[in-house]
């Protein structure tokens, strides 16, 4: 069984332009999340999908969206970057609807924007 | 004022000893507690998960929950170097699909 996978690793972009981040859910698993975590605090829920269609959504702007792909890889993107969009951005997949929901998550892509 | 609060620590004990970490919440409607372990540029790691009220166990780690209170546990029994990492509560209700809350997060050192 593999992990949850992300990449790119590092990135660093300047305010305005626009980022794509990847991921790779857990084999098996039919649920990504994504989540920003800010230096020195906790995760924030940005939006969650479930086969294909995005299924809730934290407080974010419409310029956070995300895809899901039909082998439950995912991805985020971010246009019109901004300063405080500098963050590490995790990804997270479960297994919704067969009586567990554990999340389990990716190592992070941390976006560094100037 | 945040929905879950996590006091950032750090927290320095020595090997051995009991660690307690806490966290204080404000939506009653939350009824699902997880425990995150998070190692410095890595993802975090689900340690405990429970429902309601109540104590779980897991080898050195307990977790209890107090929804009366709206407080929730984490204890660390015989603790190690290598239990040295952050940790983060996080919380949701029965009807929010995969959306935690989580707290900001307790910097945790053991020193040897």
């Known amino acids: 069984e593999t992990g949850v996978t992300q990449s790119p690793t590092h990135l660093i972009k300047t305010r305005g332009q626009q980022v794509t981040l990847r991921c790779s859910s857990q084999?098996?698993?039919?649920?990504v999340s994504w989540y920003q975590q800010a230096l020195g605090q906790g995760p924030q829920f940005i939006f969650q999908?479930?086969?294909?269609?995005?299924?809730g959504r934290g407080n974010f702007p419409p310029r956070f969206s995300g895809l899901q792909f039909p082998n439950y890889s995912s991805e985020l993107n971010v246009n019109a970057l901004e300063l405080d969009d500098s963050a590490l951005y995790l990804c997270a997949s479960s297994l919704v609807g067969r009586g567990t929901d554990t999340q389990y998550f990716g190592p992070g892509t941390r976006l560094t924007v100037l | 004022q945040k929905e879950v609060e996590q006091d950032p620590g750090p927290l320095s004990v020595p090997e051995g000893a009991i660690v307690s970490l806490n966290c204080t919440y404000s939506?009653?409607?939350?009824?699902?507690f997880m425990w995150y372990r998070q190692y410095s540029r890595k993802g975090p790691e689900l340690l405990m998960y429970?429902?309601?009220?109540g104590n779980k166990e897991d080898g050195r780690f307990t977790a209890q929950v107090d929804k009366s209170s709206k407080y929730i546990s984490l204890f660390i029994r015989d603790s190690q170097p290598s239990d040295s990492a952050t940790y983060l509560c996080a919380m949701k209700p029965g009807n929010a699909g995969n959306m935690l809350t989580f707290g900001g997060g307790t910097r945790l050192m053991v020193k040897p």
């Open positions: 999908y479930y086969r294909e269609e995005e299924n």
């Open positions: 429970t429902y309601s009220s």
């Open positions: 939506n009653s409607a939350f009824q699902y």
């Open positions: 084999s098996g698993h039919n649920t």
